[in-house]
């Protein structure tokens, strides 16, 4: 933790706003719910079960309303998105034609027969086509389900089967580091056999040559027939919006279930508090929408204010380290809202770049989905904001929709800590506790535990409410667990000490570790593994892998290696490959058959390893030591 403070002068206070949400957060909430625009109220504000909330119970709104239709009339020429393709072809896209898009699209969906409730699929590139697809599943009440497109086909299929989708929307290919990804025979690989993909849309987006099988359809054929009438579903609040899976403990992801009324009030409200959003204000925020910040922060948030967007196709670092830069240049971006991952890299090579691209149009920088160190958080102020920008460095998760902990530029002028989240948002209560669930004193290591119910919350786990409340609702009674340390400091601000679970955070991404270990293990080769994580300069963690082979496997290591990264990257994907791999011929377990994660971890970090009575088998561990030490040799020798 470090002490300094930076003073940051926004000239904003509203101190009634924390007032109110510190009285009464089913008040506070209920006040900034009508902001959006409902076709019928709500009979209850909050009807808590718990650990079910039904935010503005009897309400009835449309996402794709309140992000389209309330801007036709002052904003319909306004450019919702500014799209910058990877190989440098532009799009501006007004809010008019955002519009008619997605009213088209909504058509498309009817017309191949998709209902309210409906589940639809999107792996596709971060391409226009993606915003119009999810609007167009919001406006007639189907619910999206968005899987990045970095993912492998194993891990599509699963998805799709989970969530029982009737379509899969795909583009022929994507742009990555200049070399296209066939999407399209991913989905072929991925769907062909699952029973409830009833039509494939592909959008054309490199022109690339496809084999077009039954269920297909290009995106161009039916977008030319559909009509641009459609009416918005009027929905309740209640009303599923998305799924969105992501890593947890187990081996299989989990379905983040979000609403509809309650999600989009926590949205429209910390967009505007942090971002203190302008109509003049060029937004760029690099996350891709296949995670939630893309959901939240370059989707709905974004279109529920009218703002105006730079949305970029591919990668940070193509065709050079100054990508970024060029863009903000370019656009003359207001607003710039990235990952410490992404920093970390850029830093790596120096001022010189950024220094030599006019970035004065910037006024207020933001991080989101990994703890930001605060040499980097100083570099991104002293050389990206020039000393001027605040920088907002955003709590939150999948679960919670939308931001928790964030200094808030919009409604005060806090002093910033770099390193630090600063303070939970109005209307949330956050502490740190110990084990018992008893809050710690302040600068003590402990828990995050979130205290009430806030509108922005999953709703539930797709068809898995045990699973809800076994994760999320069991560990402190009645208390969300969010699975990250933390500390408050005696100026009451929150520092993020990483996850407290199972879950490996590489470059912002979730990993779980059991998701991992079961892929390994699906290998031909392996009879055991387990997985951790190591401190990374750039990635934040990167993960290494112990394996334990089955008998009588004769071949080389670097084959083993080079067969296992394959088996990662088709069955979860390439974000997901270790680092490197200890091949051992037994783990560290309990007697009860354990593998004890933490004893590797210890070991792989370096750090003491601490009480080993419980293990079953001491030798493991030394076993274990000499195999990582034998390998650190080796690269210290290569000099990686
Ligand atoms: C981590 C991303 C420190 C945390 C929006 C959380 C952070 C997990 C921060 C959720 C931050 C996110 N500082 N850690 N500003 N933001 N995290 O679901 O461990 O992909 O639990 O959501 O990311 O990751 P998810």
Known sequence: MTS???????????????????????????????????FKPWDTTLNWNPPFAKWFEGGLLNASYNALDIHQTEKSDKIAIFWEGEDA?????????????????????????IKKGDRVTIYLPMVPELVISMLGCARIGAIHTVVFSGFSSTSLRDRVEDSES?????????????????LKDIVDEAVSEVKSIEHVIVFERVKGKITLNEKDHLWSELMKHASDQCEAEELESTHPLYILYTSGTTGKPKGVLHGTGGYLTHLHSTYKWAFDIQDSDIYFCTADIG????????????????????????????????????????????????????????????DEKPNSFDLSTLRLLGTVGEPINPEVWKWYFNVIGKKRCPIIDTWWQTETGG????????IESNFLKPGSATQPVPGVSISVVDED??????????????????????????NDDEKYKDVYWSKFENKYYPGDYAICDSDGYFWLLGRSDDVLKVAGHRIGTAELESSLVSHDYVAESAVCSIPDEIKGESIIAFVVLNDGIEITQEKIVNELRNTVRNS????????????????????????????????????????????EDGAAVTEVQSAFDEIQKSINISDR
């Open 403 to 410: 931001m928790m902990i964030s200094s808030l530029p919009g």
């Open 291 to 350: 995670w939630v910040t893309g959901h939240s922060y370059v989707v709905y948030g974004p279109l529920l204010h009218g703002a105006t967007q730079i949305m970029y196709e591919g990668a940070p670092d193509y065709p050079d380290i100054s990508r970024m830069w060029n863009i903000i240049q370019k656009y003359k971006a207001t607003i710039f809202y990235t990952t410490p991952t992404a920093l970390r890299m850029f830093m790596k090579f120096g």
């Open 4 to 38: 300094e403070k930076f003073e940051i002068n926004l000239g904003k206070s509203y101190p009634d706003i924390r007032k109110l949400s510190q009285d009464d957060f089913i008040r506070f909430w209920e006040n900034q719910a009508k902001s959006l625009k409902w």
């Open 437 to 462: 669930g008893k809050e710690v004193p302040a600068n003590t290591k402990g828990s995050l535990i979130i205290e009430n119910p806030w509108p922005g919350m999953l709703m539930t786990l797709w």
């Open 89 to 113: 072809s532009q799009r501006s896209i007004s809010y008019a034609e955002l519009f008619i898009q997605v009213k088209k699209f909504a058509n498309v969906l009817k017309s191949l027969g």
């Open 572 to 615: 979860v994907g390439a974000i997901a490959i270790p680092q490197e791999f200890y091949i051992v011929s037994k783990l560290p377990k309990t007697r009860s058959g354990k593998i004890m994660r933490r004893l590797l971890k210890a070991i792989a970090n370096k750090e003491k390893v601490g009480d080993v009575s419980t293990l």
């Open 166 to 182: 009737k379509i899969v929307i795909t583009a022929d290919g994507g742009f990555r580091k200049g070399k296209i990804i066939k």
